[in-house]
Structures are given as C-alpha cells and as structure tokens.
T-cell receptor
Framework: AQSVTQLGSHVSVSEGALVLLRCNYSSSVPPYLFWYVQYPNQGLQLLLKYTSAATLVKGINGFEAEFKKSETSFHLTKPSAHMSDAAEYFCAVTQGWFGNEKLTFGTGTRLTIIP | DTGVSQDPRHKITKRGQNVTFRCDPISEHNRLYWYRQTLGQGPEFLTYFQNEAQLEKSRLLSDRFSAERPKGSFSTLEIQRTEQGDSAMYLC??????????????????FGPGTRLTVL
C-alpha cells in the first residue's frame, strides 16, 4: 500500500521568499517519489524525482527536495519565489520495480505568490 | 510535438450519452496510464497498459468504463451511459522502462494535457 499526504492545501509566499511545500509518504516498500506542477487547464509537468539515488534532488526552475526516510518526508523547496511559480503542486509516490507502477498523488497544494 | 497528446481537449455531453477519449503516447513508450482528476483533487489512477495488455484496473473503473490499446500504441477510454459524477479531467500518461530499473533508475510518467469532460 502507498499514500501521500500534503500538508496545506493553500500556501502563500511573497515574491523572493522561501517556498516550502510539505509532503509525507507511506509505502510498504522502498518508494519512488515525485513532485509535479500543474498550471490551469494543463497536464502535469515533472519538477523532480527521487529514485533511491542521492537523497537531495535538484529539479527544474530552481526547485529541490530532500528524501528523509526517518521522517517519511519529501518536502519541496525553492530559495526565492517568482511570480511564475504560482501553480498547483502535487507530490506522488509509486512502488515502481518493487511493486505496482501506478502513481498515488496527494491532494495538491496551490501556491500563490504575493507581489 | 513529441509529447503525449489527447483528443478531444474538451467534451460536453448529456447524461446517458457515451463518450470516447483518445490518447497518443510518446512513440517509444510501451507503458500507458489513465488517471481521473476531479476539481480540487489530485489525479486518481484508473488503469495501465504494458504494450497492448491491460495489467491493472482500479476499482474506480466501473463496468461503464472500458479502455483499450489494441496495437500497443494509442489508447481509447470509453465511458458508457455517462453520469454527472463522471465530470472530471481525464489524464493520460506514458513512460518507458529504464534498462537498469531493477538497480534503481526509474523513468517518470509523462502526462498529456488532459480531456475535460462535462456531463450535463
């Protein structure tokens, strides 16, 4: 079984401030973890992924995430928010090679950037 | 454009009608996935194909839903006797298996733009 919990359905930060979006996972086998971004009326774009290599993962657009097994967390951060970061962000987990291939998503966090 | 494409992008139908959506994956991807996303929620898995074989179906996929991938390339998702509760965004994704997947590397799913279904 696998699940993801995203704390905070809405997060607002000022332009230039730190972005922190929280994700905690549950998985019965070693997980593969992903962050996707969704702009209005569009599909999902991959920001970054953790697949059992380095625990600190760097992605596109200046985002990064750290896999912490002891905390079962995979929080997404960006040092300085831009207006273009305003979107919906989804954390997702899969068991991949160890189990099923489906992605299980969290309920999403809507990020608003305050000018 | 070499990404995942979906057709149509929008569909409005009356309750009780049948609808069919198409997904064209990235050409070299042998795995294809369907998800449903309702307003304010994350996508939920519906079904998945490896080549033409449908390997997993969610309990969300009631008997009114059927998906096919007849030649292992494009896929169709049909909903019969649509209900208002079927209104959602239907997302298709595809991926290829990394040759060293059992050692750790894992290729992600690439998503299409989705088909938004509205049932009146």
């Amino acid at each position: 079984a696998q699940s993801v919990t995203q704390l905070g359905s809405h997060v607002s930060v000022s332009e230039g401030a730190l972005v922190l979006l929280r994700c905690n996972y549950s998985s019965s086998v070693p997980p593969y973890l992903f962050w996707y971004v969704q702009y209005p009326n569009q599909g999902l774009q991959l920001l970054l992924k953790y697949t059992s290599a380095a625990t600190l993962v760097k992605g596109i657009n200046g985002f990064e995430a750290e896999f912490k097994k002891s905390e079962t967390s995979f929080h997404l951060t960006k040092p300085s928010a831009h207006m273009s970061d305003a979107a919906e962000y989804f954390c997702a987990v899969t068991q991949g090679w160890f189990g099923n291939e489906k992605l299980t998503f969290g309920t999403g966090t809507r990020l608003t950037i305050i000018p | 454009d070499t990404g995942v494409s979906q057709d149509p992008r929008h569909k409005i139908t009356k309750r009780g009608q049948n609808v069919t959506f198409r997904c064209d994956p990235i050409s070299e991807h042998n795995r294809l996935y369907w998800y449903r996303q309702t307003l304010g929620q994350g996508p939920e898995f519906l079904t998945y194909f490896q080549n033409e074989a449908q390997l997993e179906k969610s309990r969300l996929l009631s008997d009114r839903f059927s998906a096919e991938r007849p030649k292992g390339s494009f896929s169709t998702l049909e909903i019969q006797r649509t209900e208002q509760g079927d209104s959602a965004m239907y997302l298709c994704a595809s991926r290829s298996r990394h040759p060293a997947e059992r050692l750790g590397p894992y290729n992600e799913q690439f998503f299409g733009p989705g088909t938004r279904l509205t049932v009146l």
